[in-house]
Structures are given as C-alpha cells and as structure tokens.
C-alpha cells in the first residue's frame, strides 16, 4: 500500500521525472536518471508537498464535500456584498467580504476528512456575520 500511494504521489507531484525508493517511501526517494552523459539528478519536493499531495489523494471525498459546502455557503451570502444591500454600517459590509474571503480561503488551510457516516469532520468553519 505504501509504495502504490508513493507511485500516486509522484504521478501527480514529479510528472514525468524518474525516481527510485529503496524500501518505497518517501524518505528514500532519490530522483536521478542515467542519461547519455551519465546520471542527472533532481532535487527533491519539500516533504510538507509530498503530504499535501498524499493527504489530497487519500481525501479526495471530504474535500469534494467541503467545497459544495462551501460553495452553497457562498451563495447564501451573495446578497450581502451586493453595491445595493442596505447595511446599517460600512464595517457591516466589510465583515462578509472577510467572512466569504475566509470561506475562498478555506480550501487552502482546511485538512477536513470524513466520519464512518460520510459527514465531515475536522474542519472550522468561519463565522457567519451578525
């Protein structure tokens, strides 16, 4: 399971760059190839990329979910940034353009996962304005 989830990541992380693990993990990759004028080597992808792309791959569900959930909570408050919504305070108005920036933001620092019953989990959503 460990060398198949490797071979998935580097599918996706080193497209197309040749690699070699001596046990299939990420610590012993090297990345090198023997060329006409002997071996080439590349550098190595940082090891916080190669969890990103292994926690994307192994979460594929829960980060569908949390962007039609996201996505549905951004269309709830549309109106409220509308030139024409009648806030009673400028300040009203800046607290949902930081609050849907923070839900765009959302799928950049967010590592949600699912339960045994499909629900996420491990998410914090941001708050929604008064």
Request: aromatic share 8%; proline share 8%; with cysteine.
């Amino acid at each position: 399971m460990v060398q198949y989830m490797l071979a998935q990541v580097m599918e996706v992380m080193c497209v197309g760059i040749p690699y070699t693990s001596s046990d299939g993990t990420w610590e012993n990759v090297v990345m090198a190839e023997i060329g006409p004028n002997g071996p080439r080597e590349f550098p190595k992808p940082p090891d916080e990329m190669y969890e990103l792309v292994l926690y994307q791959i192994q979460n594929v569900e829960a980060l569908k979910k949390m962007r039609e959930e996201r996505d549905a909570l951004l269309a709830q408050s549309d109106k409220y940034v509308t030139i024409d919504y009648p806030h009673l305070l400028e300040v009203d108005k800046q607290n949902w353009i930081e609050y849907r920036r923070n839900l765009r933001d959302l799928p950049l620092s967010a590592r949600p996962t699912l339960d045994a019953d499909g629900n996420l989990i491990d998410i914090e959503w941001p708050v929604t304005p008064n």
